[in-house]
């Protein structure tokens, strides 16, 4: 649609195309790997070929006499970083801890540097520090070279000897040494989660399914790579980083180089795309810095694909044990969700699967229980949805499974286990349209023409099945500033330190600040990805709009408050031409949740339909229909939301069906790191998707009723899909990925 039909709307809701489409397909985009410097050098890394030990010799002398090289960095001759202690810098906008979960075997005081901060899993990276390798594909070295190629050659040049330690890198053979994490992420998410008595709630029920699923390691892999140039002058640097959150690598940068968080300028204009792996700090982005202050030029750094399987984090695999029990009539009696996680001994990230449990149904006893493996892979990391992505899948196919046993339709039995309020928190929804999303999609999908027999329905040879699952994701908002100008002409300039990770956020935040301003969304340009602006959190946890977008309303409002006989919904345009006013009019707001979390439990919901075809010969699985119905609150966009949820969609097939990232149980590397041998969804995989916007009014979760949708796409695909490969085949596959070699075991 145009923008100038778009402009005879209300700005928010409309399907505006993105604002920043037409730069993006005529390269004017710039990103991360693509400024122009002058004398600019190119890093290449030397990545560890060892899980655990430490490097007994480095031979750089081949490497610095090959052509064009400026230097080779090693931790004998590297810069000092700033090893501060625990508790300063932060990256991802999250909690900063101690020495929580100290999951080591002993003998590893200085893992990552500073003592505690081994357990962060957001620490700061202190690459080339020490002789020590914490995990395959850690720094050892760093070349820098006049041009990338002579950088890579060079790399492959460099020698290093290693005295490897005993890792450990199978999980199952690890069970013995699991422990309780004490802290996640998520600070909501506890080890363990009970209400009223599992036991006797278990000996109550009349049907039950106890039943272990697993995930495998999964990585983000977004279009873009990881990059990062870095240019010094002086004491103060600009970092270009393909980071979702400036205002995090700045304080990690300044941290780590002694310097003063003004002297750090990141900029982030566009991101291709993130999904949770350019959260954290890594440490090619601090090698980068490190690079270009040794030679005193500009240096890019970008990681090639390969490089990134073991350097900016995955999934981490995890087991989970799933007990139902229910009443003949469906009524949940106990719920049992027990997850055993794999985790970098190092970078303590735990996966928190059984985060939407407490919440999704009603139970009157609940059990849930996270256990974490400590293993030597490499480090893992948030990825789309962390926790619920991995942890709604067994739960909704063991509701299938409940379901079959029951002999009773799905969608009935999450009808009949629909909590009033939330079940855990024991406070009302701010809303939740669950089972209208199920409504809606079983409608759209043709839900009611299923023969609920595996097997019965077939199109030609094929065996077609369907299946359903719930999704859900909670609604988070961060602290926010955010700053407006209005020029005199009627034209705004929105600022904040915000990124946009491919989401649309330039475009959202384009409408909210006209809808605030009643000016055309023409007249408004937004400005993003620079700390020079107000700061911001990264964007992650589905808060972007919730929280940019809250900042951005409210520093619209506090400029059209310096507008003294501005009528309510007066363009502020119209209102500046009607009093000659010369001046520019300043808003700036420093937005920030209150406590509304503690009166309302605040969730998006989500109802997937999926439609496979199953070869009964060879047991491959295509996914030929898809309907996903959502409720988010109120959707700024309708066109990038679409495409938002889509997006989740298809990395949920990916998930369900071929995605899967394998350890080498020697060497403790990915032996599938590139993209022939990790199978990330493409065109012929992905059917035609229906996304429905259900719609949903919230008046408590922000001045904007907005819920989040970045995440919640992905919830529960693959149980969807899984359920309907069951329905299709009557085999019930437990084991994520979905290949035809489990399919047809
Ligand atoms: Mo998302 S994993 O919070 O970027």
Same mark, same amino acid.
């Given at each position: 649609? !145009?923008?100038?039909?778009?402009?005879?709307?209300?700005?928010?809701?409309?399907?505006?195309?993105?604002?920043?489409?037409?730069?993006?397909?005529?390269?004017?985009?710039?990103?991360?790997?693509?400024?122009?410097?002058?004398?600019?050098?190119?890093?290449?890394?030397?990545?560890?070929?060892?899980?655990?030990?430490?490097?007994?010799?480095?031979?750089?002398?081949?490497? $610095?006499?090959?052509?064009?090289?400026?230097?080779?960095?090693? !931790?004998?001759?590297?810069?000092?970083?700033?090893?501060?202690?625990?508790?300063?810098?932060?990256?991802?906008?999250?909690?900063?801890?101690?020495?929580?979960?100290?999951?080591?075997?002993?003998?590893?005081?200085?893992?990552?540097?500073?003592?505690?901060?081994?357990?962060?899993?957001?620490?700061?990276?202190?690459?080339?520090?020490? @002789?020590?390798?914490?995990?395959?594909?850690?720094?050892?070295?760093?070349?820098?070279?006049?041009?990338?190629?002579?950088?890579?050659?060079?790399?492959?040049?460099?020698?290093?000897?290693?005295?490897?330690?005993?890792?450990?890198?199978?999980?199952?053979?690890?069970?013995?040494?699991?422990?309780?994490?004490?802290?996640?992420?998520?600070?909501?998410?506890?080890?363990?989660?009970?209400?009223?008595?599992?036991?006797?709630?278990?000996?109550?029920?009349?049907?039950?399914?106890?039943?272990?699923?697993?995930?495998?390691?999964?990585?983000?892999?977004?279009?873009?790579?990881?990059?990062?140039?870095?240019?010094?002058?002086?004491?103060? +640097?600009?970092?270009?980083?393909?980071?979702?959150?400036?205002?995090?690598?700045?304080?990690?940068?300044?941290?780590?180089?002694?310097?003063?968080?003004?002297?750090?300028?990141?900029?982030?204009?566009?991101?291709?795309?993130?999904?949770? *792996?350019?959260?954290?700090?890594?440490?090619?982005?601090?090698?980068?810095?490190?690079?270009?202050?040794?030679?005193?030029?500009?240096?890019?750094?970008?990681?090639?694909?390969?490089?990134?399987?073991?350097?900016?984090?995955?999934?981490?695999?995890?087991?989970?044990?799933?007990?139902?029990?229910?009443?003949?009539?469906?009524?949940?009696?106990?719920?049992?969700?027990?997850?055993?996680?794999?985790?970098?001994?190092?970078?303590?990230?735990?996966?928190?699967?059984?985060?939407?449990?407490?919440?999704?149904?009603?139970?009157?006893? &609940?059990?849930?229980?996270?256990?974490?493996?400590? &293993?030597?892979?490499?480090?893992?990391?948030?990825?789309?949805?962390?926790?619920?992505?991995?942890?709604?899948?067994?739960?909704? *196919?063991?509701?299938?499974?409940?379901?079959?046993?029951?002999?009773?339709?799905?969608?009935?039995?999450?009808?009949?286990?629909?909590?009033?309020?939330?079940?855990?928190?024991?406070?009302?929804?701010?809303?939740?349209?669950?089972?209208? *999303?199920?409504?809606?999609?079983?409608?759209?999908?043709?839900?009611?023409?299923?023969?609920?027999?595996?097997?019965?329905?077939?199109?030609?040879?094929?065996?077609?099945?369907?299946?359903?699952?719930?999704?859900?994701?909670?609604?988070?908002?961060?602290?926010?500033?955010?700053?407006?100008?209005?020029?005199?002409?009627?034209?705004?300039?929105?600022?904040?330190?915000?990124?946009?990770?491919?989401?649309?956020?330039?475009?959202?935040?384009?409408?909210?600040?006209?809808?605030?301003?009643?000016?055309?969304?023409?007249?408004?340009?937004?400005?993003?990805?620079?700390?020079?602006?107000?700061?911001?959190?990264?964007?992650?946890?589905?808060?972007?709009?919730?929280?940019?977008?809250?900042?951005?309303?409210?520093?619209?409002?506090?400029?059209?408050?310096?507008?003294?006989?501005?009528?309510?919904?007066?363009?502020?345009?119209?209102?500046?031409?009607?009093?000659?006013?010369?001046?520019?009019?300043?808003?700036?707001?420093?937005?920030?949740?209150?406590?509304?979390? $503690?009166?309302?439990?605040?969730?998006?919901?989500?109802?997937?339909?999926?439609?496979?075809?199953?070869?009964?010969?060879?047991?491959?699985?295509?996914?030929?229909?898809? +309907?996903?119905?959502?409720? *988010?609150?109120?959707?700024?966009?309708?066109?990038?939301?679409?495409?938002?949820?889509?997006?989740?969609?298809?990395?949920?097939?990916?998930?369900?069906?071929? $995605?899967?990232?394998?350890?080498?149980?020697?060497?403790?590397?990915?032996?599938?790191?590139?993209?022939?041998?990790?199978?990330?969804?493409?065109?012929?995989?992905?059917?035609?998707?229906?996304?429905?916007?259900?719609?949903?009014?919230?008046?408590?979760?922000?001045?904007?009723?907005?819920?989040?949708?970045?995440?919640?796409?992905?919830?529960?695909?693959?149980?969807?899909?899984?359920?309907?490969?069951?329905?299709?085949?009557?085999?019930?596959?437990?084991?994520?990925?979905?290949?035809? @070699?489990?399919?047809?075991?």
């Amino acid at each position: 649609m !145009s923008a100038a039909a778009a402009s005879s709307r209300q700005p928010i809701g409309d399907p505006l195309d993105r604002v920043d489409g037409r730069l993006k397909v005529t390269g004017g985009a710039r990103y991360a790997a693509e400024f122009p410097f002058e004398r600019m050098a190119y890093a290449a890394v030397v990545p560890s070929a060892i899980a655990l030990g430490r490097v007994s010799r480095v031979d750089t002398a081949a490497a $610095e006499r090959a052509p064009g090289v400026l230097a080779v960095l090693t !931790s004998r001759n590297a810069p000092r970083l700033v090893q501060a202690s625990a508790g300063g810098g932060g990256g991802g906008g999250t909690p900063e801890k101690g020495g929580e979960q100290k999951a080591k075997s002993g003998g590893q005081s200085q893992q990552s540097g500073g003592g505690s901060a081994g357990a962060d899993p957001f620490a700061k990276p202190y690459v080339l520090q020490d @002789d020590r390798v914490r995990n395959f594909g850690q720094t050892v070295a760093l070349v820098i070279a006049e041009s990338f190629e002579q950088a890579r050659d060079a790399a492959a040049l460099v020698r290093v000897d290693y005295r490897p330690e005993r890792a450990a890198l199978v999980m199952e053979r690890e069970l013995g040494r699991a422990f309780v994490p004490e802290k996640f992420l998520n600070p909501e998410v506890k080890p363990e989660t009970k209400r009223g008595d599992f036991e006797s709630g278990w000996s109550e029920g009349a049907v039950k399914i106890d039943a272990t699923y697993t995930t495998p390691n999964l990585h983000n892999n977004p279009m873009e790579p990881h990059a990062t140039t870095a240019v010094w002058n002086g004491d103060r +640097v600009t970092v270009y980083d393909s980071t979702q959150n400036v205002n995090g690598t700045q304080r990690n940068v300044a941290a780590l180089f002694g310097v003063p968080p003004d002297n750090v300028r990141v900029i982030a204009h566009f991101i291709g795309g993130g999904f949770g *792996c350019k959260g954290p700090t890594w440490e090619h982005t601090i090698a980068a810095v490190m690079a270009a202050r040794v030679v005193k030029r500009p240096v890019k750094l970008a990681l090639p694909r390969q490089q990134m399987f073991a350097a900016v984090g995955y999934r981490p695999h995890t087991q989970q044990r799933v007990r139902l029990a229910a009443t003949r009539a469906g009524r949940l009696t106990a719920v049992a969700h027990e997850t055993t996680t794999a985790t970098n001994q190092a970078h303590a990230y735990i996966e928190s699967a059984g985060v939407a449990t407490p919440m999704l149904y009603a139970t009157p006893n &609940l059990l849930v229980r996270h256990r974490a493996v400590p &293993l030597d892979w490499p480090r893992g990391t948030i990825m789309r949805a962390p926790g619920e992505g991995a942890g709604v899948f067994p739960l909704e *196919c063991a509701l299938d499974e409940l379901a079959v046993a029951l002999r009773m339709d799905p969608i009935e039995l999450r009808r009949v286990n629909e909590p009033e309020r939330d079940p855990q928190k024991n406070i009302p929804w701010s809303s939740r349209s669950l089972l209208k *999303c199920y409504a809606q999609g079983a409608e759209r999908f043709g839900w009611g023409k299923r023969n609920p027999e595996p097997g019965a329905m077939k199109d030609g040879r094929m065996l077609l099945g369907w299946g359903v699952a719930t999704a859900t994701y909670p609604t988070n908002r961060r602290p926010t500033s955010a700053r407006v100008r209005i020029a005199p002409d009627g034209s705004a300039l929105v600022q904040l330190a915000a990124t946009d990770i491919g989401t649309g956020t330039y475009t959202a935040l384009t409408q909210i600040a006209a809808d605030a301003l009643r000016l055309r969304p023409e007249r408004v340009k937004v400005e993003i990805g620079d700390t020079n602006f107000p700061q911001t959190p990264g964007s992650g946890g589905s808060w972007g709009v919730a929280s940019y977008g809250s900042a951005v309303h409210e520093a619209c409002l506090d400029a059209r408050g310096k507008l003294a006989g501005l009528g309510a919904d007066e363009s502020v345009a119209d209102f500046l031409q009607r009093s000659r006013s010369a001046q520019p009019v300043e808003g700036h707001a420093d937005s920030k949740p209150g406590n509304e979390k $503690e009166q309302h439990s605040m969730h998006a919901f989500g109802a997937h339909f999926a439609e496979v075809r199953v070869d009964p010969d060879t047991g491959e699985v295509r996914v030929s229909r898809f +309907v996903g119905a959502f409720a *988010c609150g109120r959707i700024v966009n309708a066109k990038t939301a679409t495409s938002q949820f889509a997006g989740g969609i298809v990395m949920g097939l990916g998930m369900a069906l071929s $995605e899967e990232s394998v350890v080498d149980p020697h060497y403790g590397n990915f032996v599938n790191a590139d993209l022939a041998g990790y199978h990330v969804p493409v065109n012929r995989d992905v059917p035609k998707i229906d996304v429905i916007l259900v719609e949903e009014e919230d008046k408590f979760v922000n001045p904007l009723g907005t819920k989040g949708i970045g995440e919640i796409g992905i919830v529960g695909v693959p149980a969807a899909i899984a359920n309907a490969v069951y329905h299709a085949t009557g085999r019930r596959v437990r084991d994520l990925p979905l290949t035809p @070699d489990k399919v047809f075991a």
